[in-house]
């Protein structure tokens, strides 16, 4: 079965930072493109940031660029994301995913809560 687990959410304070995990089974993560998705309460899920499978090429949502950082380990299955300077805004559950031709998962997602 194809699979991907994010981990790493919670709450944490303004300004703070967190470090979410994507750990896939059942395939190879390092042959595919990875992306990591949020969706903030009542509104749409939106892209946040997206690595290559080799992992060179990296692309992020303005709306995090500068703050985020996403790389991957493929000798683990994993791909990460690093978030910084963290903000209300950013509250939202967070989720990882491969649209590929072959594979099409998403991860149930983890929940990140920016409180004071």
């Known amino acids: 079965q194809l699979q991907l687990v994010e981990s790493g959410g919670g709450f944490v304070q303004p300004g703070g930072s967190l470090n979410l995990s994507c750990t896939a089974s059942?395939?190879?993560?390092?042959?595919?493109?990875v992306s990591w998705h949020r969706q903030a309460p009542g509104q749409e899920r939106v892209f946040v940031a997206g690595i290559s499978a080799d992992g060179r090429n990296v692309k992020y949502a303005e709306s995090v660029k500068g703050r985020d950082t996403i790389f991957r380990d493929n000798s683990k299955n994993q791909v990460f994301l690093q978030i910084s300077g963290l903000k209300g805004d950013d509250t939202a559950a967070y989720y990882c995913?491969?649209?590929?031709?072959?594979?099409?998962?998403w991860g149930k997602g983890t929940l990140v809560t920016v409180s004071s």
């Open positions: 995913a491969v649209n590929s031709h072959d594979v099409n998962v």
């Open positions: 059942g395939f190879a993560l390092s042959s595919y493109p």
